[in-house]
């Protein structure tokens, strides 16, 4: 039903909208990207693709597994709709000792002090 509509109209009723419910439903690559881009002007929209919508770890593009871990990295971020995008990493990207799963460390991408938070499974 929304897809019959032009992308102005969508991009008007997306703005109202948490990002990660439209990415449920919209597979228009192009208007994802616009989306993440017009409201993140310097930062990669390929990047926040691969890692928000397709799930790959956001510094080496690995598929991300049950176990992954987001970073909450203020300069990093992104902010879409008032909502804040974290990006998320492998568990080979970013280490976590097995029984803590929040580490204060520089951040793998712009090296300001970030917390990483360990996602699993069942917590
Ligand atoms: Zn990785
Ligand atoms: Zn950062």
């Known amino acids: 039903m929304l897809n019959k509509l032009s992308n102005d109209l ?11 419910f439209i990415c449920e439903f919209e597979k228009d690559r192009d208007l994802l990207e616009f989306i993440i881009n ?4 310097s930062k990669s929209k390929e ?8 799930n790959k770890c ?11 871990i987001i970073s909450l ?22 280490e976590l000792n097995k029984t803590r799963t929040v580490k204060v460390s520089n951040c793998k991408i712009c090296d300001s002090l970030t ?9």
């Open 10 to 20: 969508k991009m008007i009723i997306y703005s109202y909208l948490n990002f990660k």
């Open 38 to 41: 017009i409201q993140n002007p």
């Open 47 to 54: 990047t926040l693709f691969n890692n928000f919508i397709l």
């Open 58 to 68: 956001y510094k080496c593009f690995e598929p991300l597994k049950e176990n992954y």
């Open 73 to 94: 990295c203020y300069y990093c971020q992104y902010n879409i709709n008032e909502d804040k995008v974290y990006s998320s990493f492998c568990t080979k990207c970013v």
């Open 115 to 123: 917390v990483y938070i360990g996602i699993e499974p069942y917590s």
